[in-house]
Structures are given as C-alpha cells and as structure tokens.
C-alpha cells in the first residue's frame, strides 16, 4: 500500500515539476504562446486541457486491453475528439467570451502533443487510477504555466489581472506606461523561453 502511495504521488509531483511538459518536454507550446496575451483565457484553457487530459488517460487505461494495437491511435483520437466538442459545448454556453477568445485553440487540443504523448506513453500501460492522476498533473503542470505567462503579460502589457487593474494610477501619472510589446505573440515565446532557462539552471545547479 505504501508503494502504491508512493507511486501515485511521484506520477502526480513529476509533472509539475521534474517533468513539466513545457519546460521539460516542451510540448504545447503552439497553445501557450496564442492564448497567454491575458490571464482568464490561460486559466480556461490550462481548466480545459486538465480536464480532457485526465479523463482522456482514465478512458484510454479502461479500455487499453480492449483496444486492437492495430487502431489504438485512431481510438484514442475520437476519445479525445469526444471531450473536446463535449468541453466546447460548455465553454460556448457559460463562458462565450472567453470560448471567442480562445478561437479555434479549444479544438486544437485534439492533437496538443501533451494528450496523445500521455495516452500512448502511460495511459495504454497502466492502472485507470494511475493513469487519471498523470492526466491531471500533465494538465495542471501545463496550465501552471499558462497562467504565469499569462499573468506576467497581462500586468506588464496592460496593468491588469483578470480585467482588474493593478498598477495604480498614480504609477501613470509618474510616467509608468504599459509594455505593448507583452500583448504580442512574440513575447510569449520570449516568457516562456526565459522561465525554461530558470527552471532549468535552477535544477541544474541542484544536480551539480
């Protein structure tokens, strides 16, 4: 009992950490540069990918004796397909603002590369349970970081959080301005690579 905690909690902590998919694996990059100019629509779609992600891996480990190796891929791609119309939907019906902002990037997450890397690499060779607990921490670590970067743009290329301004008004009325570069695609690529570059020169001196 006290290996199968132990395991649970290394497949949930790695993700988040030693085996980030984007600082570490570098997957989802395409997503985490078009959706991070603003904080809300990173905390959706990090919501969103979490959630298709582990409950993708747990239906994928349910039926992984099942599956013909022959079609595994094609299978996996409609389980995924299926959550994310299903996820879509609700975000059309609850949060229609934030779906617009989002785009076509909702339905892009049928090939995010951190989904299909997860249902082959883990989800197809392990427990239900164990294979729903990396879907989310795949998940929340991804979105982690979609919330920094977004947050970090948002602050400094607008001077809000969530649409609520941050920055006083008596910063601007020194001269304060906004950064309108951060509101650009270009500095999220910028963002990231700067916190890739600390994560891991942080680990790195740690392993020295």
């Known amino acids: 009992m006290a290996f199968f905690s132990n395991r649970i909690k290394e497949v949930f902590l790695s993700p988040l950490n030693i085996l980030n ?72 019906a609850f949060a229609y603002d934030v779906s617009v902002q989002l785009s076509v990037y909702v339905g892009l997450i049928i090939t995010n590369c951190i989904l299909m890397g997860r249902l082959e690499a883990f989800a197809m060779q392990n427990t239900p349970l164990q294979s729903f607990v990396d879907g989310a921490a795949n998940g929340l670590g991804y979105g982690m970081i979609l919330v920094i970067v977004g947050g970090i743009r948002e602050l400094l290329g607008r001077g809000t959080l969530l649409g609520y301004q941050i920055i006083p008004d008596v910063a601007y009325e020194h001269g304060y301005l906004n950064n309108g570069t951060m509101t650009m695609p270009a500095m999220a690529l910028i963002v990231i690579g700067i916190i890739i570059w600390v994560h891991r020169a942080y680990f790195y001196k740690n392993d020295k």
Do not use: E
């Open 21 to 92: 998919p984007v600082l570490v694996q570098v997957l989802g990059i395409c997503s985490a540069l078009a959706v991070t100019s603003q904080l809300k629509p990173a905390i959706v779609m990090g919501i969103a990918v979490t959630i298709i992600t582990a409950f993708s891996n747990l239906i994928i480990s349910v039926l992984r004796t099942t599956i013909p190796t022959r079609i595994r891929i094609v299978v996996q791609l409609v389980v995924v397909a299926a959550l994310v119309t299903i996820v879509s939907q609700v975000l059309k």
